[in-house]
């Protein structure tokens, strides 16, 4: 089957997406690079077809694609023959927005004058860019002021153009344009390899059907539970999918309002939010308000029941993200997965907010439950081992769904043996600290990690004293690295200070701000540096011991266990 086949198929509804197929995640380079590929006349891989009447849930192929699309899912209801993806879904979604659609309101243009002889054959021989019809009329205007030619005309136009059409065309760009004879033979040849590349070569990109031409009723038809392993199989082999892609594809399956159930959840929860809550997350904690555990084990999901024990704690469960969710804000004050070490410490907070009988956190234990938060964040006891980590902390140091119905609270010492045990953190120190030198940073200056529309307001972080200054001094790397030595500044003004003196490029910046930051002006002296940062650092402890309520004397009973 030609590639025009295939495209005209889409087109027509023949060829459609099942409801386990991912997004489409290519970006616009990876498009030019398969066109530029098929150009050379390169095999791009397979497409595997599946030819059903089943009524399961599909959905049409996205022609003009922009990155907050919402799929619509519709169901065969009427039995028809379709044809639904099993592998290859992003070259035929790529190509289809290539010769049909539009990618980010721009369309796919085809430099019919490219394609010249390149000893780097790594990099793209003929142009293909997508661009708005403004951008590429502006682009042939200035073409004849280049030793190159280029002229750029719109694919989806070119490749519907008759036989006479195209000559037509060939020789009226020759003479509009003046063109050489070299020119001339690749405008032709680059007209021609579109004609064969996309309707004459069926090898670039070969496609196998699986059922293919059996009658509706065949005992030989595979069903839809044989196709979800063959896609299983097809992902786990080559892992082109993430496990909650897996996850949620079989689950769409058996339970198919989660195709629209998840998304849904996705957008609303990380609408106006910098957290970035993923599928990956969302899945996590539906498996352990489940009782699955949190390991994303998708052969857990052969099992019909166990799919009817998420299906049943979904709604539970999401309302205990959202609370999560706005304490995390409200009362942490945070509003960044990078602040908080990794999105997966909140993964026990959820599974204890599940089983809670109101879901929120009873005003005992909420300083707590913040200090818990704060404790995690810091020693990143959950950025490793995501699948076991979390489900350790609940098996053994969270009170059981009994207990916790029955009254009793979350305890931040568990918290504390666990993060020793896991990290090796016993105090509230400057090593604690310094882990998470961000959230450090951010807490002290007051910032919440939320979303900065201005470029140049970017938080970075960077050296109050120069590194290389310190370095040209004798200073060693980890006394110039040290916390104290680290303050949050907006983009424009780390671009612009270079390795300037602090004392002048802090010149401008108010007292009341620099204090905030705890940084003394009055120190701002390379003589003076290790007292800045000795004193610094310990003006840092304990402002973070008071911002965030964890003490030394929390830790005091670690000691009294090991006796």
Not at 20 to 33: N, P, Y
Not at 420 to 440: H, P, V, Y
């Amino acid at each position: 089957m030609s590639i025009f086949q295939l495209i005209n198929e889409i087109d027509n509804g023949e060829i459609v997406l099942p409801a386990i197929q991912r997004d489409f995640v290519w970006d616009t380079d990876r498009i030019e690079g398969l066109m530029d590929s098929l150009f050379r006349g390169y095999p791009v891989g397979i497409v595997l077809l599946w030819e059903t009447y089943e009524p399961i849930q599909i959905r049409n192929f996205i022609k003009d694609y922009r990155g907050d699309t919402v799929h619509l899912f519709d169901y065969n209801q009427q039995s028809r023959r379709i044809k639904l993806v099993l592998d290859g879904q992003q070259r035929l979604s790529s190509l289809y927005i290539a010769l049909k659609g539009s990618f980010g309101g721009k369309s796919l243009y085809f430099d019919v004058l490219s394609g010249r002889d390149n000893d780097n054959h790594a990099e793209k021989k003929f142009g293909f860019r997508f661009f708005t019809k403004e951008e590429a009329d502006n682009l042939n205007a200035t073409a004849g002021e280049s030793k190159l030619r280029s002229h750029w005309l719109r694919f989806s136009e070119l490749v519907i153009l008759s036989p006479m059409d195209l000559i037509q065309l060939r020789r009226k760009l020759t003479k509009s344009l003046n063109l050489s004879d070299d020119c001339q033979s690749r405008l032709e040849m680059n007209l021609s390899t579109a004609l064969h590349a996309l309707s004459g070569n069926s090898e670039l990109l070969k496609t196998q059907t699986i059922d293919a031409g059996l009658p509706a009723k065949d005992d030989k038809r595979k069903t839809a539970f044989d196709i979800l392993e063959i896609f299983v199989r097809i992902n786990t082999r080559g892992m082109a999918l993430e496990r909650s892609d897996l996850i949620a594809s079989m689950l769409r399956l058996y339970w198919p309002a989660a195709s629209n159930l998840l998304p849904t959840f996705l957008k609303e929860i990380n609408e106006g939010s910098g957290l970035a809550i993923n599928t990956d997350f969302v899945i996590r904690c539906m498996f352990s308000t489940a009782g699955l555990g949190t390991r994303l084990d998708f052969d857990l999901l052969r099992r019909r029941s166990n799919v009817d024990l998420l299906k049943a704690s979904s709604d539970r469960c999401f309302k205990a993200i959202r609370a999560v969710v706005d304490f995390v804000r409200a009362d942490c004050g945070i509003d960044s997965v990078r602040l908080l070490g990794g999105i997966n410490s909140l993964v026990p907070f959820v599974h204890y907010l599940y089983n809670t009988d109101t879901i929120t956190f009873h005003k005992s234990e909420r300083a707590d439950v913040r200090k818990a938060i704060f404790l995690f964040a810091f020693s990143r006891a959950f950025s490793q081992y995501s699948d076991s980590r979390p489900q350790a902390f609940i098996r053994d140091h969270l009170p059981t769904p009994d207990r916790i119905k029955a009254g009793d609270r979350f305890s931040f010492t568990e918290a504390i043996r666990f993060v020793s045990w896991k990290s090796g953190f016993e105090d509230a120190d400057i090593r604690m600290f310094a882990n998470n030198r961000d959230l450090a940073l951010s807490l002290i200056q007051r910032r919440t990690g939320g979303k900065i529309f201005s470029d140049g307001n970017q938080p970075e972080i960077d050296h109050i004293f120069p590194k290389s200054e310190l370095y040209d001094k004798g200073l060693d790397t980890q006394e110039i690295n040290s916390l104290g030595n680290f303050w949050i500044l907006p983009r424009k003004m780390n671009r612009n200070k270079s390795a300037a003196h602090p004392m002048e490029y802090l010149k401008d910046v108010a007292d009341t701000t620099l204090a905030a930051a705890l940084i003394d002006r009055t120190q701002l002296d390379y003589k003076l540096f290790k007292r800045f940062n000795r004193e610094r650092q310990k003006n840092m402890v304990a402002e973070l011991q008071k911002l965030t309520g964890i003490v030394t004397s929390d830790f005091e009973f670690l000691q009294e266990d090991d006796e």
